[in-house]
């Protein structure tokens, strides 16, 4: 579940908690809407110590140093000049 499931889960909790009077027999929406918006609050906190844990900063890479290019050419060893 992403961020955006984990923030649609505390707006239906909300919306369950306080914006509504319904009476339904055998179910308390005020404590489905208050578990949904504990569910969404942990899922954010969650995410955001995941997503943290993404973001590692690589160090710049090493250059590569050729020796072949520090060696002197006189002719003689590469078997040009022969």
């Known amino acids: 579940m992403g961020l955006g499931g984990c923030i649609i889960l505390i707006a239906v ?3 369950l908690t306080f914006a ?7 179910v308390n929406l005020d404590l489905v809407g208050i578990i949904l918006m504990i569910v969404g609050l942990i899922g954010v906190t969650t995410f955001s110590s995941i997503a943290r844990r993404r973001r590692v900063v690589v160090p710049p890479a090493t250059p590569v140093v050729d020796e072949r290019a520090h060696q002197r050419r006189d002719g003689y060893g590469d078997g040009y000049g022969v």
């Open 20 to 26: 509504t009077d319904w009476d339904m027999q055998g």
């Open 13 to 15: 909790g909300a919306i």
